[in-house]
């Protein structure tokens, strides 16, 4: 480890485990702490009156006295070029599909375009919070490429890929499965594991892919074992009820894909709302991710995902938090929590808050197998970090009077908060968002 040049001071909360089964061992919360940087990654973390001392002359630190500092938080399914079709009136799944986001994505061929867009995505996430995310590109090879290249410039660590369509789609949008084979190849040649820079092979779903396209998408992950794959699942029920007239011979919408050798730990599948017994099996037995969108699965229509069958012994699923943009409505993991509690309330089941905020750090990062080197704060980890205020509003600040424990004061984060109480963002080490007025 190298010498430490930067450390950030205030209220320290990190996980080692899921709440939800190791009780209060799962989280360690320091009242005056200090997380200690050497360039890009975690070298201590503790107690600020024992660490202080030890600083070299010269460690910046950054202090946020009553912020609560947390590792950065992850999202496993968004859309970064439905940016400028968020918030579009009144369509299910592949209405809204074809009304707005097949048209916003035509224009991702033009690569300033596409740069223009990702520095705002990337601005916005780390605006609201988020360091790392498993982001869908377009099916143009230059939307990947100035995506992967923006993230790169920032030193983010990102799971993307270019989107495979060759059928179902406007003409301006499609490819073939020997030109999506050979351009997502190129990518991941040009980008996996370059820097924190990972690739995913992203099928759009099984609607907009012939056979011969999902054979390809497995040979590419047979051929890049440590890529990821992502696609949807099991959203809307038009949707289910279109995948069984374009695979008849399919047993459920889960098989197409397994067929192609599509399943699997490093798998990644948004929504999974409309899952039968036999599709639950199926991601159990891979150890595949289900992302779990519930701000898009409200806004569209297209149901109540159900947590508590997805944590059945029979067949647990391994489950990821996400926002969706632009299917969701806001590109705040504390908004998303906030509508995840209501989802899984009209199902007579509950979100505890500590549940939550392990789910977009640790537990997301487990979704993605990176726990190794993002979702806690712990020496060695990459310092991926968010500072929190819970009274970054005049209502969050009149609420937080009567607050009394961290568990109420997660809670109301997760219900009041969005990016306006979002102290500060750190990537890599460096401060690369910050509300006017903390220094």
């Not at 918030?87 to 223009?116: I, K």
């Not at 980890?381 to 961290?406: G, K, Q, S």
Request: with cysteine; net charge negative; proline share 4%.
């Amino acid at each position: 480890m190298t010498v430490p040049n930067r450390a950030i001071r205030g209220r320290v909360l990190t996980f080692s485990d899921d709440p939800q089964t190791a009780g209060a061992k799962a989280h360690d919360f320091i009242e005056d702490g200090l997380v200690v940087i050497a360039e890009d990654r975690i070298a201590a973390v503790g107690e600020a009156s024992a660490l202080l001392g030890t600083l070299p002359d010269g460690v910046t630190v950054d202090s946020y006295p009553g912020g609560l500092i947390l590792p950065g938080f992850i999202d496993t399914h968004i859309h970064y070029p439905q940016t400028q079709v968020i918030a579009s009136y009144g369509a299910q799944l592949l209405d809204w599909l074809e009304r707005y986001a097949l048209v916003e994505e035509q224009r991702f061929g033009d690569s300033g375009h596409a740069a223009a867009v990702a520095a705002f995505f990337l601005d916005e996430l780390a605006r609201n919070g988020t360091t790392t995310a498993a982001v869908y590109c377009t099916v143009h090879p230059e939307s990947a490429e100035a995506f992967f290249a923006e993230s790169a410039r920032r030193n983010t660590r990102m799971i993307a890929g270019k989107v495979l369509m060759d059928r179902n789609a406007p003409a301006a949008l499609q490819d073939t499965a020997e030109r999506g084979y050979a351009e997502s190849k190129a990518l991941i040649e040009g980008w996996h594991g370059k820097g924190r820079q990972l690739y995913a092979v992203t099928p759009r779903f099984a609607i907009t892919s012939t056979e011969a396209q999902l054979e390809a998408a497995g040979a590419l992950l047979k051929e890049h074992p440590s890529c990821y794959m992502q696609t949807h699942l099991s959203e809307n029920r038009r949707e289910i009820e279109t995948v069984r007239t374009l695979f008849p011979w399919a047993e459920n919408y889960t098989a197409v894909y397994d067929r192609f050798g599509l399943l699997g730990p490093r798998a990644l599948f948004g929504h999974c709302i409309h899952l039968e017994d036999g599709e639950r099996r199926l991601l159990s037995e891979s150890a595949s991710v289900a992302a779990f969108c519930p701000t898009s699965n409200l806004f569209i229509g297209s149901g109540l995902f159900d947590r508590a069958k997805a944590q059945d012994p029979a067949f647990p699923l391994r489950v990821g938090l996400a926002t969706d943009v632009g299917g969701g409505t806001s590109y705040s993991l504390l908004r998303t929590l906030a509508e995840a509690y209501k989802v899984l309330q009209l199902q007579d089941q509950n979100l505890p808050a500590l549940e939550a905020f392990y789910a977009i750090t640790l537990g997301n990062a487990r979704a993605l197998g990176l726990e190794g080197k993002i979702g806690s704060l712990a020496p060695g980890r990459e310092a991926d970090i968010v500072v929190l205020d819970a009274t970054a509003t005049p209502a969050m600040a009149h609420r937080r009077e009567r607050v009394e424990t961290l568990e109420e004061e997660l809670f109301l984060l997760m219900t009041l908060g969005d990016d306006r109480a979002v102290q500060a963002t750190y990537i890599s080490g460096q401060r690369q968002h910050f509300q006017a007025g903390d220094d």
